[in-house]
């Protein structure tokens, strides 16, 4: 494998994350966008192409997104994409963001990530529907909630792994939040409140679940002679990696991501790291649902398989713990407008690297971090590797 | 918008509702509330979209749908790797290999994990919860399942490695779907 070039972030922006917002995609589009450019200290002028991402179209009721949030996110006159791999999609747009200018083809390169859900009415999960097989799995009714509870399930069999044990990631995550300016459901709550919370799909429950959101955040991409000559703090792209597994999902087993374990040896190699639990310092990992963050941790071999919770419980993965794990609030704290959450993993590695990360900033001396992201039919996941 | 008519160049201003973000803070973005579209505080327009489809079934899931029909659960054999494939494919997709071996498999097997959904697809509350279930099929590779529904059994006596067993529809009232089997009940 020949990398062209280093590629670093030299700057990142977000909204607010909201249930609804006023703003159109392509104006939240904007807004992230200006952001990260003005982090940046350089002009839309100076940016050589832009990456969009953004998932399933039917949330807007949009077809071909990409063209439509195209104004908004920069891309007019410019070499410009999207890519989608579900709720993939906001750690690869910024891989497929790193690829333009680890190539040689671009200095700079704008990564946007936008969703807007709450368009759909009277939910956004009825989008859901659209993406399981018309023949053999909508007519039986299903919502995806259906299949992450049965993945949850699994993982608490295989493992023997208590809801209890798996609450405390919603409590962790949800008062993480409480010191993020954009978070939709920051909060302080306990286990009891977790596992008092309505039953939405069991053993998945109202607190165990991120919500459906509005919002958009965006990175930007530099080589590295444009990143050191203007700015200060860059911070490196130094792995990525992703990998998909078979859509039948009802064939695989459940209990075990072997398609992140796979993405997460393509990023280590390529960064160089050779035992990811004492170089990694901080970790912003896929936690739409309380389990998933546990799942992630140990296909991401961070954790043994099966001891993620306990890690959790003894608050290894605590703020101010050995392993920060989304010192953000995540997605269940700062929201789930899914390409944008993503991407909010991106810039929160990118602000605890650098220092910025404010009330965030976690207690340890940080050099490492990853950000991870998870998508399609619990398929397909997509890991990035960051140095200062 | 203010009413009424407006000079050419003239300033109008920013409309009722449309506020600046809150001081203080340097992240974009409005929130709506539900109240305030019920208000009227901001607009928003209705749309609602109707599609229709007619899909093909495709050359394995059609055999296993013929089968349903038959009150049989189809799969298929890859002669490569050994595997016998539920739901049925033409192609292996680990060894990229043709399949033509078709056989049948057993309309029993075990709940390799479950659910219980006490919302809708549109997310809305339903008012009993339905069971749902992977159910690895007798006679198929091991960890090959379905997705379907587990009925006669309350949710609380459900567990994982349960042996459960298909209540098919009548032979008159199967039609060639997925549904043709109602749910899976405890063997």
């Known amino acids: 494998m020949v990398i062209k070039r280093k590629v670093a972030v030299v700057g990142a922006g977000m909204t607010l994350f909201r249930r609804r917002m006023l703003e159109t995609g392509k104006e939240l589009c904007f807004e992230a966008a200006s952001m990260a450019l003005e982090s940046a200290g350089i002009s839309m002028r100076d940016v050589d192409a832009v990456v969009l991402g953004s998932a399933p179209d039917a949330f807007d009721g949009v077809h071909m997104k990409g063209e439509y949030l195209l104004d908004g996110a920069g891309g007019v006159g410019k070499p410009y994409t999207r890519v989608f791999v579900g709720g993939g999609t906001g750690v690869f747009a910024p891989i497929a963001g790193w690829w333009h200018v680890a190539s040689g083809l671009f200095d700079t390169c704008l990564v946007v990530c936008e969703e807007k859900m709450s368009s759909l009415h009277p939910h956004p999960q009825y989008a859901f529907w659209g993406i399981f097989d018309h023949t053999l799995e909508r007519p039986l009714g299903v919502n995806l909630l259906w299949i992450f509870a049965l993945e949850m399930r699994r993982y608490m069999h295989v493992y023997g792994i208590s809801e209890e044990e798996i609450a405390h990631v919603a409590v962790k995550n949800k008062r993480n939040a409480l010191d993020h300016p954009c978070a939709q459901l920051a909060a302080k709550i306990t286990v009891e409140d977790v596992m008092r919370s309505e039953p939405i799909v069991w053993p998945i429950k109202r607190l165990d679940s991120s919500p459906p959101s509005d919002g958009a955040a965006a990175v930007v991409l530099a080589s590295e002679d444009t990143a050191r000559r203007i700015c200060k703090e860059p911070v490196w792209i130094d792995g990525v990696g992703w990998s998909i597994d078979s859509a039948y999902w009802t064939d695989r087993e459940l209990a075990y991501p072997a398609y992140l374990a796979e993405a997460a040896r393509m990023a280590y190699r390529m960064a160089g790291i050779e035992e990811p639990r004492r170089e990694i310092d901080v970790a912003e990992v896929y936690d739409p649902f309380s389990y998933k963050e546990l799942h992630h941790l140990e296909g991401l071999g961070l954790a043994d398989k099966g001891k993620a919770a306990e890690m959790t419980v003894a608050g290894v993965t605590a703020r101010d713990g050995d392993m920060p794990v989304n010192p953000s609030g995540g997605l269940l704290g700062v929201g789930n407008p899914i390409a944008a959450a993503g991407m909010m993993k991106v810039c929160e590695v990118f602000w605890q690297l650098s220092g910025n990360a404010g009330k965030r900033q976690v207690k340890k001396d940080v050099r490492t971090g990853l950000a991870q992201a998870w998508g399609d039919l619990m398929q397909f996941s997509s890991v990035i590797i960051m140095r200062s | ?187």
Not at chain 2, 101 to 120: E, F
Request: hydrophobic residues 35%; contains cysteine.
């Open chain 2, 1 to 187: 918008m203010k009413e009424g008519v407006v000079k050419k160049g003239q300033d109008i201003g920013v409309g009722r509702g449309i506020e600046p973000n809150p001081v203080g803070s340097k992240y974009a973005g409005i929130e709506v509330k539900e109240s305030d579209l019920r208000d009227g505080r901001y607009m928003s327009i209705r749309y609602s979209a109707m599609f229709r489809y007619r899909w093909d079934t495709g050359i394995a899931v059609g055999r296993f749908l013929e089968g349903l029909r038959d009150g049989r659960i189809v799969g298929s054999r890859c002669n490569v790797c050994k595997r016998i494939l539920v739901p049925p494919r033409v192609f292996c997709e680990l060894d990229f290999a043709q399949i033509d071996d078709w056989v049948y498999v057993y309309d029993t097997g075990r709940v390799n994990t479950y659910s219980i959904s006490y919302i809708d697809k549109q997310a809305r509350r339903m008012s009993s919860p339905v069971i749902v279930a992977v159910v690895e099929l007798d006679g198929a590779s091991q960890g090959m399942g379905i997705m379907h529904l587990l009925g006669e059994v309350r949710p609380e006596d459900v567990y994982v490695g349960m042996r459960v067993k298909a209540v098919w529809r009548s032979r008159e009232e199967r039609k060639g779907a997925i549904t043709d089997i109602v749910y899976f009940k405890p063997l």
